[in-house]
């Protein structure tokens, strides 16, 4: 006996494609910020932890008490039994410190998740912006035309400043080539100058340096005595 979807298939017109369920949309399911995380306890460990320590201390404190009272048998149980507890008490420790551990790590990957549920919807809007057709980019609310506008005012108003600061220091880079150039060559002048009075002082002091040697030799008195010649000023020796 044929079944239902060869009865469905016979009965079907002819030249119709059979109907075919539509795949369902790749969409990524999203996390509620205020959902629990499933690995959730019921009972919150650390709860767990502080009551069995505080059993451990009753213990302790009972155990303490009893071996003022019993004799040395009991000391010796009493002390097997602090031994226990005291282990008891590490294994704890370290338990609590491997759930530091877990608690940290998903810490860090809930952190990693909402970082990259982030990223995916920007990725998504991107997307989105990208899928508007061309003429519903391009038209822009009033608010978007008075921002454009403004924002380009004030873009030339930047440019306009900048063109004047190029301005104003290609000036003053001239007037210091400028200053520098005349410095230059008033220091050339100085030590020209400076050059042509050292010239005439060896040449006054030559000379006279040959009157008194035409001196001596005409009066040899007039050589030991020679007078003593004014002083020129000079502002460049001063």
Avoid: Y
Avoid at 22 to 46: C, E, F, G, K, Y
Avoid at 94 to 115: G, I, K, P
Avoid at 116 to 136: D, I, K
């Amino acid at each position: 006996m044929p079944d239902a979807s060869t009865i469905s298939n016979f009965i079907r017109p002819p030249g119709r494609p059979p109907c075919v369920p539509a795949p369902p949309s790749l969409v990524l399911p999203r996390r509620s910020p205020s959902a629990p995380r499933a690995t959730r306890l019921t009972v919150d460990p650390w709860d767990v932890s502080a009551e069995a320590r505080r059993q451990i201390a009753q213990v302790v404190a009972m155990i303490r008490a009893a071996d003022t009272i019993e004799d040395g048998l009991g000391n010796h149980r009493s002390s097997e039994v602090m031994r226990s507890l005291e282990q008891f008490e590490a294994r704890l420790t370290e338990r609590e410190r491997s759930l530091e551990e877990r608690e940290f790590r998903v810490a860090e990957r809930d952190r990693e998740l909402a970082e990259s549920e982030a990223l995916l919807q920007a990725r998504e809007a991107l997307l989105a912006a990208r899928c508007v057709p061309r003429r519903a980019r391009v038209s822009l609310s009033p608010e978007e035309r008075v921002a454009l506008a403004a924002l380009k005012a004030e873009l030339d108003r930047q440019e306009a400043q900048l063109v004047q600061s190029k301005e104003a220091l290609h000036a003053r880079e001239a007037f210091l080539d400028e200053s520098e150039t005349r410095l230059f060559a008033k220091v050339q002048q100085h030590q020209e100058k400076e050059t042509e009075l050292e010239q005439r002082d060896e040449e006054l002091s030559s000379r006279e340096r040959r009157l008194r040697e035409r001196e001596a030799r005409i009066d040899p008195t007039a050589a030991l005595t020679p007078e003593i010649l004014p002083r020129t000023f000079d502002e460049f020796r001063e």
